[in-house]
Nanobody
């Protein structure tokens, strides 16, 4: 079992930055690839970024490349999403998720565990 708790969301002006954290519990956390997803009102949940457990390879959606960075700190069982140059269209609830596989997947249905989400609001 893996439990995930996100934090770090909030209200920020366009062009600003936020860092989201996802704290994981469970002794097998290191064997899960991790992903960040987001969901805006009336829209489907979409992949934002992911990191593999095996070699820490990272992947990002085109919409956030160059602005968002995913990283993980094994010693603290934590995954981060550094978000820079935020835009109003980044407004959404952000979720972290764990996928019991080596490769990162952009398909939310392939993830086994989810956090409760944290709201990010970017004002123009």
């Amino acid at each position: 079992q893996v439990q995930l708790v996100e934090s770090g969301g909030g209200l920020v002006q366009a062009g600003g930055s936020l860092r989201l954290s996802c704290a994981a519990s469970g002794r097998t956390f290191s064997r899960y690839s991790m992903g960040w997803f987001r969901q805006a009102p009336g829209k489907e949940r979409e992949f934002v970024a992911g990191i593999s457990w095996s070699d820490s390879s990272t992947y990002s959606a085109d919409s956030v490349k160059g602005r968002f960075t995913i990283s993980r700190y094994y010693a603290k069982n934590t995954v981060y999403l550094q978000m820079n140059s935020l835009k109003p269209e980044d407004t959404a609830v952000y979720y972290c998720a764990a996928h019991a596989a080596v490769r990162v997947s952009s398909n939310p249905y392939e993830y086994d565990y989810w956090g409760q989400g944290t709201q990010v609001t970017v004002s123009s």
